[in-house]
């Protein structure tokens, strides 16, 4: 069994990222500069937010936070996104999910210009990327290709079960690996919480992408040996020993279905830090003008 190293993976992603600001800023090029708005104080949320900001100071972008109470209205919301999408500074911007209950966060994204989209959630770069036109990939379903291109998976001809079908992991996700590329031109299943005898399909699936959000979810009865298990979740459970009162949580039983597996992601380590090294190259994309000219 192979873990699937992605803090690593990250620091190696940031790392060109960083190398290609530095030649970028002595050609005489603009910096890089990601803006990220965040409303209220959801503790998951602040977290990434801040480890956003930290990575663009690490791979030299210029970075700006907007944070607000979640008093916010949905109104002053989309004033401050027209701001960012008319700012000339700013190369991209994220609005960090979710979103308090009374703002429409559809409405939100449909309102940001989809060539400062940097996470790839506007329905036009959605499209783009159902339709294999130039995009913003969104950042986790990147971050997965990622994985498992540096770690050399074979996935062509393999049946992949994705388990969850939100717009911002499991359908994507799902598009992606059916793709005739690499990684990519994988048989796809996507299970969601309707799905009838769901440990039916895992249990043949070369390929598990589980991003439902419920801790502990598979468990090695739901799959076959040689299995590849990517896990997105990351569910705060409480845990009195830490400093923290919470320990993280993935949606995969690790201790019972690692033995079983070729290659898993652990929890914490896996995808998340990817999904940030990401969100940086999609910035990079943009200030490069590389997917909208
Ligand atoms: N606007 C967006 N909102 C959300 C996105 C997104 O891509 N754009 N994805 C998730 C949250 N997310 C980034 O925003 C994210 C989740 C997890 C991690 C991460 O590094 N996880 C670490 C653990 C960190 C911790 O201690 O909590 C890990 O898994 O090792 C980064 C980013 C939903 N919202
Ligand atoms: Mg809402």
């Given at each position: 069994m192979t873990l699937l190293d992605g803090k690593k993976t990250s620091e190696a992603i940031q790392n060109e990222i960083a190398a290609e600001v530095a030649e970028l800023k002595a050609n005489g090029g603009k910096t890089p500069h990601l803006a990220a708005i965040l409303v209220g104080n959801d503790g998951g949320s602040v977290t990434y937010v801040n480890n956003k900001v930290l990575a663009c100071e690490r791979v030299g972008f210029e970075s700006s936070l907007f944070h607000y109470e979640d008093t916010l209205s949905e109104e002053e919301l989309l004033l401050k996104i027209k701001e960012l999408n008319l700012d000339e500074e700013i190369d991209g911007f994220i609005v960090q999910l979710p979103l308090p209950k009374h703002i429409d966060a559809e409405k939100v994204l449909e309102a940001i210009d989809p060539v400062k989209d940097v996470d790839g959630f506007h329905p036009i770069n959605v499209g783009r990327m159902v339709a294999g036109l130039p995009a913003y990939l969104p950042a986790t379903p990147a971050g997965i290709l990622q994985l498992l291109e540096r770690y050399e998976i074979e996935t062509s001809g393999k049946h992949c079960v994705v388990i969850g079908r939100s717009n911002i992991v499991g359908s994507p996700m799902s598009i992606l690996m059916a793709k005739s590329a690499y990684p990519g031109n994988c048989t796809v299943t996507l299970c969601h919480s309707r799905t009838k005898d769901l440990p039916s399909f895992t249990r043949q699936a070369d390929i598990i992408i589980a991003a439902i959000g419920k801790p502990e979810f598979v468990t090695a009865d739901m799959v076959k040996e040689g299995v590849v298990v990517i896990d997105v979740g990351t569910t705060r459970v409480p845990d009195a020993s830490r400093k923290s009162?919470?320990?993280?949580?993935?949606?995969?039983?690790?201790?019972?279905?690692?033995?079983?597996c070729s290659f898993i992601t652990p929890v914490p380590g896996g995808v998340g830090p990817l999904t940030i090294a990401m969100l940086l190259k999609n910035t990079l994309k943009a200030a490069k003008k590389e997917v909208y000219a």
């Open positions: 009162g919470f320990r993280l949580k993935g949606d995969v039983n690790f201790d019972e279905v690692a033995p079983k």
